[in-house]
């Protein structure tokens, strides 16, 4: 299911532009829930230009149970 | 057009509800490639997942709080952030209300915090939210 999103958006994106996107997990644990054990994992997705130019960053939670 | 001087903290934003069918959350899921049966199959979600009905999606209820704050900026500024937490369930059947508030100002850097909710028929919170929008300059009284 899902936890929750942060989002910053660093410009707006034009026709021409090349855009990088890279995901990675970047945290797993574990909470006790109401009803049994829930394993959250943290994704962030990072879009750079061609150049590095930062356009957006995204982070996502999701959970498991 | 938003005059950032015009802007109150404390203004709401529109209210807007929200009845979800199951069609529009098997579209809703067909679209963001999600084949978790919690979103269309009934006897799966209360049977084999034991939910007490079929799941509203928590991103959906995500892009309704998006929604909020966009359909409010309109083309007079852009989104600069957006977070929200989904705290509680809901189920298919249930009426969802988006909506959120300024909380703060900054007329140097144009910068307009908010607010903003998704809350059920009861009244509670389910998902919170809050956004930074940056009001376009040219809409600064007298400019341009």
Known sequence: MAGGTKLRLHRSIRPGDVLVGTRKIVNVYEKQGSTGPLIFTVRELTITTADSEPVMEEIQTSIAR | MLNIQD??????????????????????????????????????????????????????????LCQVALNWLGDDGILSTFNYTNRRAAYLGETLISGGR?????????????????????????????????????????AG
């Open chain 2, 102 to 142: 300024i909380v703060a100002i900054n007329e140097n850097t144009q910068e307009v915090d908010l607010e903003l909710f998704i809350k059920n028929e009861a009244g509670n919170v389910i998902t919170p939210g809050s956004a930074c929008v940056t009001i376009a300059s040219s809409n600064l009284r007298g």
């Open chain 2, 7 to 64: 802007l109150e903290v404390g203004s709401q934003l529109p209210q807007r509800e929200y009845t979800a069918s199951n069609v529009s959350l098997f579209l809703y899921n067909a679209a963001v490639w999600n084949p978790h049966r919690i979103h269309y199959d009934e006897r799966y979600t209360t049977e084999i997942e034991a939910h007490p009905g079929i799941v509203i999606d928590g991103p959906l209820q995500g892009d309704w």
